[in-house]
């Protein structure tokens, strides 16, 4: 490090400051053993309960910084080169250490260049030797535009280079006399001084407004060198410096395949789920539960569960339910326009001679024709089977039927999602129930405990309803879909008498009857719901299901 | 720092376009204002398409020049009307990289009107973006 030359990714060693330099041997000692890999499991993982069940952790934060630690001292040691670097060129690899490590053998330089760690762009720089001594940081900054494009210099460049002399700010225009220089400016390895007011203000914006972390550059024009962590904590007040780092964050969650933030409102955690890379979502639905109690989709980040449904079917039906095109069917499907006048009319009963409200127009409903070609064949149309008009009721009638199926499917998966919104209600007519039994039937609380139970197996039963209406409309008829059907009408049955238990009035002579019966229907209906789950989540890795749509 | 950043910025700038002058084919029409700048642009020389054009260039300066970018553009009114250029709509805003992601506080009015004098005298074809 005495020289630049070689090794001139050291060059920021020289920014002025009281930035620590990162040793790796004293940080590998305080850190705690976090066994971390990107593509490989993490040992400590639990063995998976089912075949179709993934294993995962729930990370918190400061567990993700640790990973990053981590990452960065293994390429620090493998490349040898401080740890600033090596987090730059981590997170400009996206840290993908594999490929990181095959570029830089490949071409340090070129790696080292495209990560914004280049070496100063200006001659003048290079050339000479870059002594870490005080007395030549404060050497004014160079034009460094105007060797490539002479139009852009700024005018103020044309000041000779003065070693020692007092510095003007070309952002500020601020003056520094000569003693404050290296206490009111800095700059970066690259040379490019400023004032230590404009820096702030400009890493501000670029954190606050335009949420930038990690490829955050130089302020001089054209000049890509990083900006480096410790820097950028030195140089910004402690609220930003804390965004700073929180972006950071997010974008290695966001990085990694392997990683995904809890999308609940407030929460936290990380996951991390090794299992469910992108490539087995055809097979797979990886079902996680956050330390925050709730439920999400470890694929897709839908924030609850949507099994047994893959998460591309998901996608697919959320788009179809939420889109328009459900309207311009049922149009399709129950209306036809004015021959004359193209309004819009639904017919909805009466004979076949129609009248457009709007235009007067008479015609007939069922060739379209006028009226009046129909001469005394009145309500009995003679060119009924016409081989245009047949091919028009073949049209409807496909839309029409195409249009029942949907909203078979639909229905009853609105019916579901509409329950469980009603769970909060559920829940505390259940309560009350409980409460009047431990009045009047003397029961303990542990007694009627079971109410509580067989609430929450219905609504966990439910969603399990819901979606499995999704995957059959999806599903192609065979004899899978069959069994698969077969399994929902148990499992539905099963729900409802359960539910229908819940909901009768509590008789203090029949109390221990009504608890025997519930708990009976309860233990039934988890029975039933794992069968429908076992099944179908088995189905996907046995390839059973055959559906309509790609996967 | 100042109590607007931009301003002592803008008076050295003002300053050394009183001292040195601007580069040919820029001519400063109002620079009174501590918001709003206008230059005239012409493109010189025989190879240009735009030969004997003028064009009114406008800077609005915000507090925070010039660690965010000015909201440059031609005028265009009955007086003065926008280059024909790929890149310059016919309401006079400009589509250039200078004034998105690769603007630099080190940048000044004169060096953005370089900018855009080049952008001109680069272009062979007279065409609308929209």
Wanted: glycine share 4%; aromatic share 10%.
């Amino acid at each position: 490090m005495s020289s630049d030359g070689e090794d001139y990714y050291y060059e920021d060693d020289y920014d002025e400051g009281s930035m620590d330099q990162d040793s790796p041997v004293s940080e590998g000692m305080s850190e705690p053993d976090i066994v971390y890999d990107v593509m490989s499991p993490t040992a400590d993982e639990p063995a998976p309960k089912k075949p179709y069940d993934v294993s995962y952790k729930v990370r918190t934060l400061q567990e993700i910084i640790n990973m990053q630690s981590k990452e960065v001292r293994k390429i620090q040691t493998l490349l040898e080169m401080p740890a600033s670097t090596a987090t730059i060129l981590l997170r400009h690899y996206q840290w993908n250490s594999e490929k990181l490590q095959e570029q830089f053998w490949n071409d340090p330089a070129a790696a080292l260049l495209s990560a914004g760690l280049s070496p100063p762009v200006s001659p003048s720089t290079r050339t000479g030797p870059l002594p870490p001594s005080p007395s030549l940081l404060i050497s004014p900054r160079r034009p460094t535009r105007s060797s490539h494009n002479p139009a852009l210099s700024p005018v103020k460049r044309s000041r000779a280079p003065q070693p020692s002399g007092p510095f003007e700010c070309p952002v500020c225009c601020m003056e520094f006399a000569k003693e404050d220089v290296v206490k009111e400016t800095f700059a970066l390895g690259c040379r490019h001084r400023f004032c230590r007011g404009c820096w702030a203000e400009y890493l501000t914006g670029k954190i606050r407004s335009e949420g930038e972390s990690s490829r955050i550059q130089c302020m001089e024009s054209g000049c890509e060198r990083i900006v480096r962590e410790e820097i950028i904590d030195e140089l910004v007040p402690a609220g930003v410096s804390k965004r700073y780092h929180n972006l950071l964050n997010m974008a290695f969650v966001a990085d990694a395949p392997n990683l995904r933030w809890c999308p609940h409102p407030d929460c936290e955690y990380i996951i991390e789920c090794t299992q469910a890379p992108p490539r087995m979502l055809n097979q797979l639905v990886p079902t996680v539960e956050c330390n925050c109690g709730r439920q999400l989709c470890f694929g897709c980040g839908y924030l609850s569960s949507h099994r047994p449904v893959l998460c591309k079917i998901v996608r697919l039906w959320e788009r179809k339910c939420a889109d328009d095109s459900e309207t311009a069917n049922w149009l399709q499907a129950n209306t036809k326009e004015c021959s004359k006048c193209q309004s819009t009319i639904e017919k909805n009963g009466g004979c076949n001679h129609m009248t457009c409200k709007k235009c007067k127009y008479e015609f007939c409903w069922v060739c379209m024709g006028p009226w009046s070609e129909h001469g005394t064949s009145w309500y009995q149309c003679n060119r009924f089977d016409e081989k245009s008009g047949v091919n028009a009721r073949d049209a409807q009638a496909k839309s029409r039927a195409s249009l029942e199926r949907y909203l078979h499917y639909f229905n009853r998966w609105a019916n579901h999602e509409h329950s469980a919104k009603l769970d909060a209600e559920f829940y505390k007519n259940t309560e009350k129930k409980m409460e009047q039994m431990q009045n009047s039937g003397n029961l303990s609380w542990i007694e009627v405990q079971f109410a509580k139970q067989a609430v929450e197996t219905v609504i966990k039963a439910r969603i399990t309803l819901k979606w499995s209406y999704c995957m059959a409309f999806y599903l192609k008829r065979n004899n899978m879909t069959e069994l698969f059907e077969d399994n929902q009408r148990d499992l539905e049955r099963a729900v409802e008498n359960l539910g229908f238990a819940l909901e009768q009035n509590i008789e203090p002579d029949s109390i221990a009857q009504l608890r025997q019966d519930i708990t009976n229907q309860t233990a039934y209906v988890q029975k039933r719901h794992e069968i429908l789950m076992d099944d179908t989540l088995k189905g996907y890795l046995e390839r059973r299901w055959d559906f309509s749509v790609d996967i | 720092m100042a109590l607007r950043l931009s301003t002592k910025r803008l008076m050295k700038e003002l300053k050394d376009i009183q001292e040195k002058g601007t580069p040919a084919g820029i001519i400063p029409l109002s620079t009174e204002s501590v918001d709003e700048w206008v230059f005239l642009i012409c493109v010189l020389g025989d190879e240009t398409i735009y030969k004997g054009e003028q064009f009114a260039l406008r800077l609005i300066f915000s507090d925070r020049y010039p660690i965010d970018c000015p909201q440059v553009t031609f005028i265009a009114d009955d007086q003065y009307q926008p280059p024909l250029h790929p890149h310059v709509y016919s309401n006079g805003h400009i589509c250039a990289s200078i004034f998105g992601n690769e603007w630099s506080p080190v940048l000044t009015a004169v060096s953005i009107c370089i900018t855009m004098q080049s952008m001109l005298a680069s272009n062979k074809k007279k065409e609308r973006y929209v």
